[in-house]
């Protein structure tokens, strides 16, 4: 019916026709402004390759000489056809996601992308189709949303680069124009590439830690030289289980309860009490404390927040060891939503009347679970017996990742300081290691690698042990500055015996030490 004025309240606004309004160039701009972090943006271009299947991830940061110039994430996962990539590419656009899937708005790809990179390139290949590419370079696309199509030799050219990772199907993700890596002063990319790789290892051993507990799932880091292809640095990503302690920091623990949620039924709450003062990295070193205490929630088992309240407490020193693992339900709801950076969820009061009424199989309350927690945190805080270790340097490229990660829950790290590198050479046959306290270098000689390698490939995070042994022993040269004559002596010492060691063992192998 045709609207009639009326001084009454119209309960229903009248409407009388429609046009289609298609979205501004500029809203491309908008996707630039997301404030997507750099390891949030790269875990969510992690999550497609999840989706596709993948086995094997890499994260490729290109190096030319002493500048950084492109970063790509390569994957072995189904692949798309052409048609795919245009739907992939589209702003707005976006498949029909599986239950299962890690995917959820649709957006992902370009806000993260964009957020961070001035182009952002998709090539890709399946099964049954060629290797076809499509560029976004936000310039043009502001204008009218015009997207390069990448010419197909090119594109056979890089997945052919990569066949290593990519052998029948498989992605390849390019940014470029990364505007992190315009801001590197000269001198200072080594300093930030180790920093960056790091708080990649961190957020992604952290948010994607139950695919990476696979057997056949993997994410590795390199930086590669953009002319030779040699691979700089390798890294590979370990879980970190927030949840990892090896004894619970009460009996008993973990418990299941079940918080009567309206609009869900039963959410399911595994409530875990860490033991106090731990020093593991699962603990310590991914954030504040007071932030990690919490909700842990899960979505198709990926980690989606970690840590907080989510409004129905606040945060509390007394409450750092209740850690709370919550897997979100796989039907749609109104009580739970997910963040489009997939890095927090909202809740409705509906979760906060469940926790009240939440408890396990025995009866016991929610609340009851968070004044143990309280308890155990309270009663460690009296005991005055801890043995503190030293900050120590952190180790750093060259050592395997689990022998750092190990090192780094096992001794508490100096904030600031450049990581320990250990770095094979050709050096006098008289010497097994020297160290450059300066570029915070451990050097050691190459004619002694065959000894800890055998007849196994040599690569840059090779002979743990050794270099174990050596970070305990060199640590301290690096923290505690200018040499003493003593310790000149005991290195020289320990050059001697390894030599000796070395040669021993090349020996026994029959090993020529050419």
């Known amino acids: 019916m045709p609207y009639e004025s009326s001084a009454d309240w119209q309960y229903e606004v009248p409407t009388s026709g429609s046009k289609k309004l298609p979205p501004a160039a500029r809203y491309v701009q908008s996707l630039t402004h997301q404030g997507y972090g750099f390891e949030a943006a790269i875990a969510d271009l992690v999550d497609n390759c999840i989706d596709a299947e993948a086995s094997k991830v890499v994260i490729s940061f290109l190096r030319d000489s002493d500048r950084l110039v492109s970063l790509l994430v390569i994957d072995d996962g189904n692949g798309m056809t052409e048609t795919e990539l245009d739907v992939a590419m589209t702003v707005g656009g976006r498949a029909e996601y599986a239950e299962s899937a890690l995917g959820h708005f649709g957006t992902g790809l370009k806000a993260a992308s964009l957020s961070h990179a001035d182009s952002l390139t998709l090539i890709s290949r399946t099964k049954r189709s060629a290797s076809a590419g499509r560029r976004w370079h936000t310039d043009a696309a502001q204008e009218d949303f015009s997207c390069d199509i990448v010419d197909a030799r090119y594109c056979q050219d890089l997945v052919d680069r990569y066949d290593g990772v990519i052998e029948w199907h498989g992605t390849i993700v390019r940014w470029d124009g990364v505007r992190a890596f315009e801001t590197v002063t000269a001198g200072q990319d080594d300093r930030f590439l180790n920093d960056a790789i790091e708080k990649l290892e961190t957020h992604l051993g952290l948010y994607l830690h139950r695919f990476l507990a696979r057997d056949d799932f993997h994410i590795d880091v390199v930086v590669e030289d953009v002319h030779t292809r040699e691979e700089l640095d390798h890294r590979g990503i370990e879980p970190i289980d927030p949840f990892g302690y090896r004894i619970p920091g009460k009996p008993g623990y973990p418990r299941l309860f079940t918080a009567p949620v309206e609009g869900v039924g039963g959410v399911v709450m595994t409530g875990h009490i860490w033991p106090p003062k731990s020093p593991l990295v699962a603990y310590r ?76 199989a025995s009866g016991s309350t929610f609340s009851a679970y968070l004044r143990e927690a309280e308890a155990v945190y309270r009663e460690a805080s009296r005991r005055s017996t801890e043995v503190k270790r030293a900050e120590v340097v952190p180790p750093g490229k060259g050592v395997d990742p689990k022998l750092k990660r190990t090192l780094r829950d096992e001794l508490p790290q100096l904030e600031g300081q450049e990581a320990i590198t250990f770095r094979w050479e050709s050096m006098p046959s008289e010497t ?43 640590e301290k040269n690096f923290r505690m500055g200018r040499s003493s ?27 020529d030490a050419d």
């Open 285 to 360: 070193g991914i954030g504040p404390l007071a932030d990690r205490q919490g909700f842990y929630i899960y979505r198709n088992n990926r980690l989606v927040q970690a840590g907080g309240w989510n409004g129905t407490r606040s945060a509390e020193t007394h409450h750092n060891l209740a850690r709370i693992a919550v897997d979100l339900p796989s039907s749609p709801n109104d009580v739970f939503s997910l963040t489009v950076k997939k890095d927090g969820v909202n809740v409705t009061p509906a979760f906060a009347r469940g926790l009240e009424s939440a408890s396990d």
């Open 485 to 511: 004559a003593q310790r000149d002596d005991e290195m020289a010492l320990w050059n001697r015996v390894l030599i000796t060691a070395a040669l021993c063992e090349m020996a026994r192998y029959e090993i």
């Open 432 to 474: 097994f290691f020297s160290i450059d306290r300066d570029d915070h270098v451990v050097r050691l000689n190459k004619e002694y690698r065959p000894a800890f390698n055998g007849d196994r490939r040599a690569g840059s995070n090779d002979a743990p042990v050794l270099k174990g042994v050596l970070y305990l022993l060199l």
